[in-house]
């Protein structure tokens, strides 16, 4: 599944179903379950049907009536009057929590002999 | 249908551009991927799972934003509320609200139900997608979770980047 068309197209995966949504909603709109329910179904309906490698079957949903949250992704907000400016979020070494609650709930799930079911890989060349 | 849809790697390159970065080298796979045919219906299969998004469950340790390699199992019937959702490259508004948007565990469960699919893995497996080294993914990630998937004995996968 994917709302990255370019990038997908890129990789060139098996095969693929393309949502024309943001990111982060890749498989549907939230609290919308006959929404997601469809889509579902048309990914599996594309993970059926499609034979030729390498297709991208473009689903036929609309985020909203108009695109103008086209021109926003990955773009500065145009309110600021200062050029491009790096607003991204840092990108921090250490275990980045929902809210503190969770942190709390690792914790305890450390102190009692850890995180079974967190996988973490080795990588030789580190 | 044809509109224009956002280009992802131009808007990278934009963006790295202004900050004075060097373009991003994107894996770019010209030969024809492998493909194997569905073996079986859908209707019979065992389907996994596995996410991008940065997905944990309440309990889980979080994923860190430097190239992560890490990965989560989430069980088939946890919780919706126990999910969370961490992640620096995308709006996380929509998945802390419905983690099934980018992890559609309940949405594929529902479908088991209706017998859409015979059912899902034991888990999902979720990880955090920002990393920027193709190595890390391709040579020590993706054959993890791969093999997971094997010993799962699923049938199908389904992945959902963001």
Redesign the interface.
């Known amino acids: 599944m994917s709302s990255a068309y370019s990038i997908t197209r890129s990789v060139n995966p098996p095969r693929a179903v393309y949502l024309d949504f943001p990111l982060g909603r890749t498989a549907g709109k939230a609290n919308d379950k006959p929404l997601q329910r469809k889509i579902m179904i048309d990914t599996l309906s594309a993970l059926d049907s499609i034979q030729a490698p390498g297709t991208i079957r473009e689903l036929p949903y609309q985020w909203s009536v108009d695109d103008a949250w086209k021109d926003l992704a990955m773009r500065p907000d145009p309110d600021r009057s200062a050029g491009h400016s790096d607003n991204r979020i840092g990108r921090v070494a250490s275990a980045q929590y929902q809210c503190d609650a969770d942190r709390t709930a690792a914790e305890v799930t450390l102190s009692e002999g850890g995180c079974s079911t967190c996988v973490f890989l080795e990588d030789s060349r580190a | 249908?044809s509109?224009?849809?956002?280009?992802?790697?131009?808007?990278?390159r934009?963006?790295y551009d202004?900050?004075g970065y060097q373009p991003y080298a994107?894996?770019?796979?010209?030969?024809?991927?492998?493909?194997?045919p569905?073996a079986k219906?859908?209707q019979d299969s065992r389907v996994g799972l596995i996410a991008s998004?940065g997905i944990?469950?309440?309990?889980?340790?979080?994923?860190?934003?430097?190239d992560d390699?890490?990965?989560?199992?989430?069980?088939r019937k946890t919780a919706r509320e126990r999910l969370?959702?961490?992640h620096?490259?995308?709006?996380?508004?929509?998945?802390?609200?419905?983690p099934?948007?980018?992890?559609?565990q309940d949405?594929?469960q529902?479908?088991a139900q209706l017998s859409?699919?015979r059912e899902l893995g034991p888990n999902a497996y979720t990880f955090m997608g920002?990393i920027y080294s193709v190595?890390?993914v391709r040579d020590?990630?993706a054959p993890?979770l791969a093999d997971r998937l094997v010993k799962d004995k699923v049938d199908?996968a389904?992945?959902?980047?963001?």
């Open positions: 249908m509109r224009e849809y956002v280009d992802y790697i131009q808007r990278t934009e963006q202004a900050l994107w894996v770019n796979n010209d030969d024809v991927p492998p493909f194997t569905l219906p859908l998004g944990y469950c309440e309990g889980q340790i979080a994923f860190h934003f430097k390699i890490s990965y989560r199992e989430i069980p969370r959702a961490t620096f490259a995308y709006d996380l508004t929509d998945a802390r609200t419905d099934n948007v980018v992890f559609p949405t594929l529902d479908l859409r699919i920002g190595r890390k020590i990630l993890a199908v389904i992945l959902v980047p963001v």
